[in-house]
């Protein structure tokens, strides 16, 4: 059984500490402290995959921040959804058999990202 315990707002329901609510920056007008240099970070890494982009490592019709968003979202799977990882592949997520593979088949993802090769 749920029970309402007054709590109205969004950050309320999914239990923010009233200190961080007291002390949170309006985003509309300013960034909280730290993320001007968590953007900058973030700004670089998507900068360094549009570099390799002009080096020719990734296909020209790609957008480098969907790429970078997409290889976290596969970085992070077997950590964040071990369940899937186990219902999909059948193996366990922290097994050497199914990390070895999906290493594997990770650098062939990659490789076609890259576009076709030209013929030597």
Do not use: W
């Not at 002390?23 to 995959?49: C, I, K, L, S, W």
């Not at 999909?88 to 576009?115: C, N, W």
């Amino acid at each position: 059984m749920s029970r309402r315990s007054g709590r109205d707002s969004p950050a309320e329901l999914c239990g923010e500490p009233a200190a961080y609510r007291r002390n949170r920056v309006d985003r509309a007008q300013h960034r909280p402290e730290g993320e001007q240099e968590a953007q900058a970070y973030f700004t670089a890494m998507v900068d360094d995959v549009r570099r390799r982009q002009e080096a020719g490592e990734l296909a020209a019709g790609l957008d480098p921040a969907y790429v970078l968003l997409m290889l976290f979202a596969a970085t992070l799977a077997p950590t964040v959804l071990p369940k899937v990882v186990r219902r999909v592949t059948r193996l366990p997520a922290d097994s050497q058999e199914f990390l070895d593979t999906y290493a594997d088949q990770l650098g062939k993802i990659m490789a076609h990202l890259a576009g076709p090769t030209p013929a030597a």
